[in-house]
C-alpha cells in the first residue's frame, strides 16, 4: 500500500466517524479537520511520489 491510498483511508475513516451523530458536535468539526489534513497529506504524498519519478528519469 503506498502513502496516498494510506493517508486516503485514514481521511474515509476519519470522515466516517464524523458523520456519526452519536459523537458531540466539537468532536465531529474536529474529525473532519483531521480528515482534511489526511487528504492533503495523501495529495502531497502522490505529488512526491510523481516528482521522484520525474526526476530519477
Not at 474515509?12 to 497529506?41: F, G, I, N, V
Amino acid at each position: 500500500m503506498n502513502l496516498n491510498q494510506h493517508y486516503r483511508e485514514k481521511a474515509a475513516r476519519a470522515e466516517r466517524l464524523a458523520d456519526d451523530p452519536s459523537h458531540r458536535a466539537d468532536a465531529r468539526a474536529e474529525l473532519r479537520s483531521t480528515a482534511r489534513r489526511w487528504r492533503h497529506m495523501a495529495e502531497q504524498a502522490d505529488w512526491l511520489a510523481r516528482t521522484s519519478r520525474f526526476f530519477k528519469a
